[in-house]
């Protein structure tokens, strides 16, 4: 789990600081994986090679540009509850669990197939921050749900592209 949660700020929300502290160490965890993901939908955006070039580079810039506004979302949430918000990029390297990025995959079905195992990873982590907010703190579970949703269309997205 991505922690930076010593620094507590205080705030008027008139949460526990416990429950402030597990929201932020979740939240913290997700801006990993969302800008892991983000950073890879890039670099299929760049690379991806085939018939139907243009239909999945402008389709991956979409899907990149909807993970740029959750991160931020997640991020900012953090810091409203008095926490740090991301990490450096060396740190968040050593932290997220996505598998590397394969640089050598091109063809276009390869290609969003590696991107879709990713994007579920991230989306079935909302999903579970989901249940481990809502007994908790209602707006943060309100916030996993928003980016859930969203996570969940866009796989829909890539998986109809490689899937009958
Ligand atoms: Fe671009």
Do not use: C
């Not at 991301?86 to 394969?102: E, N, R, S, Y």
């Not at 916030?143 to 949703?149: D, G, I, K, N, P």
Request: proline content about 2%; aromatic content about 6%.
């Amino acid at each position: 789990m991505a922690t930076n949660v010593s620094q507590l700020k205080r705030t008027r929300i008139d949460l526990a600081d416990d429950v402030k502290r597990r929201m932020i160490e979740l939240l913290n965890t997700h801006v990993v994986h969302l800008t892991d993901l983000w950073n890879q939908t890039k670099l299929a955006h760049w690379n991806v090679r085939g018939p139907h070039f243009l239909s999945y580079h402008e389709m991956l810039d979409t899907l990149a540009a909807h993970l740029v506004e959750a991160i931020d979302d997640v991020a900012e949430r953090a810091t409203a509850l008095g926490g740090v918000a991301g990490l450096p990029i060396q740190d968040l390297a050593a932290q997220t669990k996505l598998p590397k990025w394969d640089l050598s995959v091109t063809k276009d079905v390869e290609v969003l197939k590696a991107l879709a195992d990713r994007w579920a990873v991230v989306a079935n982590e909302a999903r579970k921050f989901i249940e481990e907010s809502e007994e908790h703190d209602s707006d943060t579970a309100d916030l996993f749900t928003e980016v859930s949703r969203q996570l969940d269309q866009d796989l829909w997205f890539l998986e109809a592209h490689i899937e009958h």
